[in-house]
């Protein structure tokens, strides 16, 4: 097992030798207990790397050892705290909240699931935390990072792999 550590209080995500800027939630960090549906917070912890989600047309699926699978505008992701799929992959359109998976800007173009809150999920405790690609500002409770750096990553990480996101290392 390889970890990838993310320093919430420096922005920097380490893997192996690589070291890259990387962006967490506009609310922070805070511990994963007091993670909340909505809080734009990063929860802290050590989390599974699950898959990795690939958006036709925008990146190849070169090298990848994790699954992984392409997106369409059907995919999402539920967000609503009452629905039974909460935390889990759904299909669109959908009667519950749910988070598409192709958005209008390239943050989605990558997306690797981390097992934050997914074994199982607790209804509100926080959905969709993934990391993905830079949009230029602080996430809803993401990592991002930018593409040519995810571009690098995503190839070296491994069934087994683990993101710790800490505060100070």
Known sequence: MTIARVDCRTGILRFGDLEMACTIGRGGACAAADKAEGDGCTPLGRWPIRAVLLRP????????????????????????????????????????????????????DVIVVLGHNDAPPVPGKGSAIFLHLSEGRPTAGCIAIERADMLRLVPLLAPGDAM????GE
């Open 57 to 108: 047309g925008k990146v190849a699926a070169t090298g990848i050892r994790l699954p992984w699978r392409w997106i369409g505008a059907s995919d999402g992701w539920s967000d609503d705290p009452s629905d039974p799929a909460y935390n889990r992959p759904v299909r669109l359109p959908r009667v519950t909240s749910a988070e598409t998976l192709i958005r209008k800007d390239d943050a989605y």
């Open 164 to 167: 710790d996101i800490v505060v």
